[in-house]
């Protein structure tokens, strides 16, 4: 925002204009609609209006979120690759039947729907590494950029930028710094190195995996933790340099227990985004090699979309897991939020 | 020098350097590459040629042979800094190579060739930028369709989102009626059903109501947001009363209340959410991957897709149409980082 008044004066003449210009239709929408709403207002009366002006949006969240909610439940419990629920026939509780069935739940090797087992343990590797180490670097660079740092707007908008990059760029970015010539493999071979094909290993696969989404995200939860940072009243602060505190009891004395609500937010946060990865993983390593980086939500849509078959029940019945995995932590993250706003 | 340190090493408050600002610095300088780095990266590769892309190591700027037209031949030839056998270096064409021995070309005198191995000579480059990544795929594939998709999806749906979003928060902030808080409690309810938990169910609907492979298919099932409702109505809410009982007593219908009065008065609010859909909606992936399966419906991130898994990839291309993407983001970002960023850490939302 460094400019002159002048050219402030200018921007804004200019942008009043660009405003009035793309206003005019959305004010003729408005008009157009002013004639039915009264004649719709005099017929039901003004106090029905608030379910008028309540009812698209209740439509769209009933054809899309409502009913839908509930036919996952149906389709879980019919078989066959029909579409239409009509055409298909009523298993019970065969498709839940068949995902559990393990010999032990410990090996996904011993189920007889191991791609669906083998998902839940890379989710679940995924989510250790990536919540751990993305809360990690959040809160370190939350706690830098919250010092008095010059230039301190600028930086963080550095690490807030990748945020608004889609996951297909984000993976693109990546997948081509990674390749056999890519420049991280010239850079190995300068230092002596030899290259590394990174998507033919399933460690490395889950390692960029890791590291390519906690790049892509790690400002969101870093600007969370930054405004709770500021929240911390500053005469606390003050006190403690009075009487000559030491700076790491200062943090572990009054800023970790004081951000602790706001990390709690961010953890619960990011387990709930992790367990539904799909979009950059599958854009950088397409799940593989083999299954190694294949994750909950790539099954689903393997299952029901991509499979010579789609098995419709049974990617419904995975969704419904899912689903019940995802309640528990929004339930958490409700309780979280609660607990941050009311302390 | 001493009066530099000095103001390098200055800061408010204390007066000494302290190993935590060393530190704090270095791991910025640090932030800086890694988050910046492999954007840049992006932009520079996107501007070399096929050839320049497979070279290993590459080079950081995009350079090109460079080619000259000699009399002759028919095609330019490229040209190359060649020792002679009796040690004089000089600019030669090749006209072609056989071999370890490449025939050359003395590109102002026509007539002289020499035959030189291949090891006497080296490529001469220059910094150019190859703008035909840019322009072959609006010609060559989709692109331009893949780029008005996403225009339209991304414009319609906003659209779409603000009018019924506002219309409902509207309806939750100024009116006090039965059934209000069930409303809400449904509303965030819904926040706890994600699109990935549904999505056998909504293609259902979806190809019921006929809209597989059509815009629509994508725009409408996420138009209905339950963050938009409740940004809109947490901000309707400040809104005075005394207002709305004003414009009720001058007889404005209560259509005419909420689009003159309480619209015009969230507007920063209104702001907001826009600038979070226009982001949702542009980098929107997985729900348009599964409706979308014709190439001309494609949008830009599920067209981004398809190129990236062919046999041969065509990376010249990838990254500039990546680039392309990336753009209107990065606009977004450069003008409006201040909103979104306050955005997020008053509303907890991305």
């Known amino acids: 925002m460094a400019q002159t008044d002048h050219a402030e004066h200018d921007t804004s003449s200019l942008s009043d204009r660009l405003t009035a210009l793309a206003a005019w239709p ?25 379910w008028l002006f309540l009812a698209p949006n209740l439509v769209f969240f009933g054809l899309f979120v409502v009913i839908p909610l509930f036919i996952n439940f149906a389709f879980s419990l019919t078989g066959g690759t029909q579409l239409f629920l009509s055409d298909r026939p009523f298993v019970g509780t065969e498709q839940y039947g068949f995902l559990l069935d393990c010999e032990t739940f410990g090996d996904p090797v011993t189920c007889r729907e191991d791609r669906f087992w083998k998902g839940i343990y890379n989710t679940a590797t995924f989510i250790f590494f990536q919540v751990s180490f993305m809360v990690l670097f959040s809160l370190i660079t ?20 990748p945020v608004l990059l889609s996951p297909v760029v984000v993976a693109l970015i990546w997948k081509w710094i990674l390749l056999r010539d890519g420049i991280l493999n010239a850079f190995l071979v300068s230092i002596g190195l030899d290259k590394i094909l990174f998507f033919v290993s399933p460690e490395w696969s889950m390692f960029w995996a890791i590291f390519v989404s906690i790049w892509a995200h790690m400002g969101f939860y870093t600007l969370i933790l930054l405004a709770g940072l500021q929240a911390i009243p500053p005469d606390l602060y003050e006190a403690a340099e009075m009487d000559g505190t030491r700076p790491e009891r200062v943090f572990w004395r009054i800023t970790l227990p004081l951000l602790w609500p706001n990390l709690l937010v961010v953890v619960v946060l990011a387990l709930i985004k992790g367990v539904q990865i799909f979009d950059e993983v599958f854009v950088l390593t397409g799940g593989g090699p083999g299954t190694a980086t294949q994750f909950i939500v790539q099954y689903i849509y393997n299952t029901g979309f991509t499979d010579q078959v789609q098995n419709f029940g049974l990617a419904a019945a995975a969704s419904v897991v899912l689903g019940v995995v995802l309640f528990f932590l929004t339930m958490a993250q409700l309780a979280a939020t609660r607990r941050r706003d009311d302390g | 020098m001493g009066k530099l340190a000095q103001m390098m090493t200055a800061r408010r408050g204390r007066g000494r350097l302290h190993w935590t600002d060393v530190f704090s610095y270095v791991y910025l300088a640090f932030g800086v590459v890694l988050m910046f780095g492999p954007v840049v990266w992006l932009v520079l590769s996107s501007f070399k040629t096929p050839a320049g892309l497979v070279e290993f190591p590459p080079t950081f700027l995009p350079l090109s042979q460079i080619e000259v037209e000699v009399e002759g031949h028919r095609k330019p030839l490229p040209l190359y800094r060649t020792t002679l056998e009796d040690g004089t270096v000089r600019d030669l064409a090749q006209i072609r190579r056989i071999g370890i021995v490449s025939q050359m070309v003395d590109p102002e005198n026509p007539d002289q060739t020499y035959k030189v191995p291949i090891d006497q000579r080296e490529e001469i480059r220059e910094f150019r930028l190859a703008l035909e990544n840019y322009s072959d795929p609006l010609e060559r594939f989709n692109f331009l369709k893949y780029l008005s998709n996403s225009v339209i999806v991304t414009v319609v749906a906003t659209a779409v989102t603000l009018l019924i979003n506002s219309m409902a928060a509207y309806g939750l902030a100024i ?31 979806v190809t019921q109501l006929g809209m597989i492979n059509s815009l629509w298919a994508v725009i409408l099932p996420g138009a209905a947001t339950p963050t938009g409702v409740f940004l809109l109505r947490q901000y309707m809410l400040t809104i005075p009363k005394d207002l709305i009982e004003a414009a009720r007593m001058d007889k404005a219908s209560e259509w005419q209340i909420y689009s003159r009065v309480v619209l015009p008065l969230a507007t920063p609010a209104i702001a907001v959410l826009a600038i979070f859909s226009i982001m949702w909606r542009w980098n929107d992936f997985l729900w348009p991957l599964i409706v ?55 509303a907890g939302m991305k």
């Open chain 2, 292 to 346: 979308l399966n014709r190439s001309e419906v494609y949008t830009l991130q599920v067209g981004l897709n398809a190129f990236q898994g062919e046999l041969d990839v065509q990376w010249h291309y990838i990254l500039a149409m990546t680039v392309v993407t990336l753009i209107p983001v990065t606009l977004v970002f450069a003008f409006l980082q201040r909103f979104i960023t306050t955005g997020i850490a008053n």
């Open chain 2, 175 to 205: 009116y006090q009626f039965r059934g209000r808080n069930a409303i809400m409690v449904f509303v965030i309810g819904t926040l706890l059903i994600p699109i990935t938990v549904i999505l056998v169910p909504v293609y259902l609907v």
């Open chain 1, 142 to 161: 939350a706690l830098i950029l919250n010092r008095e740092i010059r230039g301190r707007g600028f930086f963080r908008a550095v690490f807030f930028f």
């Open chain 1, 26 to 50: 959305v004010h003729l929408v408005f008009r157009l609609l002013e004639w039915p709403f009264a004649a719709l207002q005099r017929l039901v009366g003004i106090r029905r209006m608030p």
